[in-house]
C-alpha cells in the first residue's frame, strides 16, 4: 500500500461503497490525493480507501495500466500473495498446507505470475520470436568462427613461404606474427568503428519497442567487438604462430 488501507471486516462499507485504485489511476484522474474521494466505477459510487504502488501486473511489452480492485460480493477462488523469491520452495509448501487445514477438499493449486503470463497469446508470441533470434544469433557466431577459422588456415598457407624466409634471415616468431596480422587489424579498426554505430542505433530502435526496457551503454556494443576481433586475433595468430615455428626448410624445399 502506498497509502491509505486495504479492505477490512471491520468496515462493512468496504463490501460494496470502497474501492482500491493504483497510483497510475490516480495520475489518470488528476488526483494529488485521492483517498476518501468519490469515483463512479461500474455504474457505481465508491469511495477511495486505499492506493497501491504501480506494479507491473502484465507484460512489460504492454505499457502499465490504471488498476481498481472492488471486494468481490460472491465468494473468492483466488488469493494473490506477494513472496520472498529466495523462500519460494517453502513458502508454496507453508501455502498448500495453510489452505488444506482450513478446507481439506478443496484443491490448492498455486500459479505464480510468471506461469500466468506466459500463458497469454502475446507473451507465446514474444517467446516464440527471441527463441528464433536466438537461434539466428547462434548460426550467426557459429558460421562467423567456422569463416574466421578457415580465413587463419588460408593466411598462414598463403604466407608459409615468406614465413619461412623471414625465419631464415633471423625474424623472431613475434615479428612475424606482428607483420602478418597487421593489416588484418586495420580492418577490424574500420569493422568496428561502422558495426558498432549500428549496432547502437539499430539496438535502442528495437528496445523503443518496449515500454519497459533497459539502456544498455555504449561500451556493451563496444564489447561485443571487441570479443570478436580478440577471437579473430587469437584464432590467425595461433595460426601464424604454427606456421612460423615450423621449420623453413619445409616451406623452402621446392624453391
Not at 4 to 16: H, P, V
Not at 132 to 155: A, E, K, N, P, Q
Not at 223 to 237: D, H, Q, R, W
Request: overall charge neutral; aromatic content about 12%.
Amino acid at each position: 500500500m502506498a497509502s491509505g488501507r486495504y479492505f477490512s471486516d471491520e468496515y462493512i462499507a468496504d463490501r460494496n461503497n470502497s474501492i482500491i485504485i493504483n497510483q497510475i489511476t490516480a495520475d489518470e484522474l488528476g488526483l494529488s490525493d485521492p483517498l476518501n474521494r468519490m469515483m463512479n466505477a461500474y455504474g457505481r459510487q465508491y469511495k477511495i480507501i486505499g492506493i497501491i504502488d504501480s506494479y507491473m501486473a502484465i507484460p512489460p511489452i504492454f505499457n502499465n495500466m490504471p488498476l481498481l480492485i472492488t471486494q468481490s460480493e460472491d465468494h473468492n477462488n483466488y488469493l494473490v500473495m506477494r513472496i520472498n523469491p529466495e523462500d519460494r520452495e517453502t513458502t508454496h509448501e507453508y501455502i498448500v498446507s495453510t489452505l488444506n487445514k482450513f478446507n481439506p477438499d478443496h484443491p490448492v493449486e498455486v500459479k505464480y505470475h510468471t506461469d500466468i503470463l506466459s500463458e497469454t497469446k502475446e507473451f507465446k508470441s514474444y517467446i516464440s520470436a527471441r527463441k528464433l533470434m536466438t537461434l539466428f544469433f547462434i548460426l550467426t557466431i557459429v558460421t562467423s568462427l567456422i569463416g574466421l577459422f578457415g580465413l587463419s588456415v588460408f593466411i598462414a598457407e598463403r604466407h608459409r613461404k615468406e614465413v619461412g624466409i623471414r625465419k631464415a634471415c633471423g625474424a623472431s616468431a613475434i615479428k612475424i606474427i606482428f607483420k602478418l596480422t597487421k593489416g588484418l587489424l586495420i580492418q577490424i579498426l574500420i569493422v568496428l568503428a561502422i558495426a558498432t554505430p549500428l549496432s547502437f542505433f539499430f539496438t535502442k530502435g528495437y528496445l523503443s519497442v518496449f515500454p519497459v526496457h533497459f539502456e544498455p551503454g555504449f561500451f556493451f556494443y563496444l564489447f561485443g567487438g571487441m570479443a570478436g576481433s580478440l577471437i579473430l586475433i587469437i584464432t590467425v595468430s595461433w595460426q601464424t604462430w604454427r606456421a612460423a615455428n615450423s621449420n623453413p626448410v619445409v616451406a623452402l624445399r621446392y624453391e
